[in-house]
């Protein structure tokens, strides 16, 4: 479905782009022409005609810019997951800057940092999963930050990135995503929360973080009615 709409979407680029052009040519040839006329009616017919013309074009500006925008920041998605995998900071930087002076630009300020930072793939993996699982402490600043508000939810195994984070023993990006996000979701496969995989794995400074956090985690059960102090 995303490759047929950005198929579509590019597709109403290139028509509204042709339009936009047709429309602008006929304009300065009805113009052009309408000089050589010497009676009054028929420059006036021209004018009138080129004006309506000037019209349609910058409509077909419009959306040829915001099909055209859309297209090009659908591939930004594996660019942002790509790079947080490798680790590349300097360029998720780059990209989280562009994004934002795009959104200055754009009149209706449609979030597009925002939206970028919260797609997901086929996994349902976000940017952040990636960046903790393969452990990018700057990588997960910078995500964590443009988007504090944002819960980053489970991925398709239930993980979120705060639990992927405890699972792998990175007590930093708990603390970092603890200290960044307003409401991170802290849940695990089978009902589980992040408090459970810090008790499993023994990280004492991670449980002492998380119950400072949310005092509450001690009392939430998983599935099996364990709760992570059992």
């Known amino acids: 479905m995303p490759v047929l709409l950005r198929a579509a979407t590019f597709q109403a680029f290139v028509i509204t782009n042709t339009i936009a052009m047709i429309c602008s040519i006929s304009t300065g040839f009805l113009y052009a022409s309408a000089s050589f006329y010497n009676e009054v009616k028929k420059p006036e017919l021209r004018h009138l005609i080129a004006f309506w013309l000037i019209l349609v074009a910058r409509g077909a500006m419009v959306v040829a810019f915001i099909t055209g925008t859309f297209t090009v920041l659908s591939h930004s998605l594996g660019i942002a997951i790509t790079t947080t ?5 300097t360029i998720v930087r780059a990209l989280i800057e562009y994004t934002n002076a795009l959104d200055e630009e754009l009149e209706n300020r449609v979030g597009t940092t925002k939206d970028m930072m919260r797609m997901s793939n086929e996994a349902k993996d976000t940017a952040l999963h990636e960046a903790v699982r393969n452990h990018h402490t700057i990588t997960v600043q910078l995500l964590t ?45 089978g009902g ?5 995989s810090a008790v499993i794995h023994n990280l004492e400074g991670c449980r002492w973080k998380l119950l400072q956090w949310k005092p ?7 599935a099996y009615r364990w709760t992570p102090l059992h």
């Open 216 to 222: 509450t985690l001690s009392k939430e059960a998983d």
């Open 192 to 196: 589980t929360i992040v408090l459970h």
């Open 145 to 189: 930050q443009e988007g504090p508000e944002f819960c980053h939810p489970a991925n398709n195994t239930e993980e979120t990135p705060l639990y992927l984070a405890a699972k792998r023993g990175y007590v930093g990006l708990v603390f970092v995503i603890l200290e960044t996000c307003t409401v991170p979701a802290y849940g695990g496969p």
């Open 85 to 89: 995998r490798e680790g590349h900071s």
